[in-house]
């Protein structure tokens, strides 16, 4: 069974920082790109940042670029969102997603972990 745990959400004042953490299960990580995306409330997902496992390359959204950082541990199955320079528009659920086929699209979702970015 396929599994996306996503940790590491909270409040944080702006200018702060927060790494969330995607610990996934149930497929041959190496072989996915792994998503993050975001939600903010009355708004549509999106997607912020993605890598590529297999080639080793990370992708941003205009919005992060600059100021989130995604990163891969193939030894704990493990995707990270490093995110520095936090403002309130950050303030999302954010979600991690996995796809056998590319940065998209995403055949599996987690749950999602709340940041809020205090002003």
């Known amino acids: 069974e396929v599994q996306l745990v996503e940790s590491g959400g909270g409040l944080v004042q702006a200018g702060g920082s927060l790494r969330l953490s995607c610990a996934a299960s149930g497929f041959t990580f190496e072989q996915f790109a792994i998503g993050w995306f975001r939600q903010a409330p009355g708004k549509d997902r999106v997607g912020i940042a993605c890598?590529?496992?297999?080639?080793?390359?990370?992708y941003y959204d205009d919005s992060v670029k600059g100021r989130f950082t995604i990163s891969s541990d193939n030894a704990k199955n493990t995707v990270y969102l490093q995110m520095n320079s936090l403002n309130p528009e950050d303030t999302a659920v954010y979600y991690c997603?996995?796809?056998?086929?590319?940065?998209?699209?995403?055949?599996?979702w987690g749950q999602g972990t709340q940041v809020t970015v205090s002003s």
């Open positions: 890598i590529h496992n297999t080639i080793s390359t990370a």
């Open positions: 997603s996995a796809s056998p086929y590319g940065c998209y699209p995403y055949d599996y």
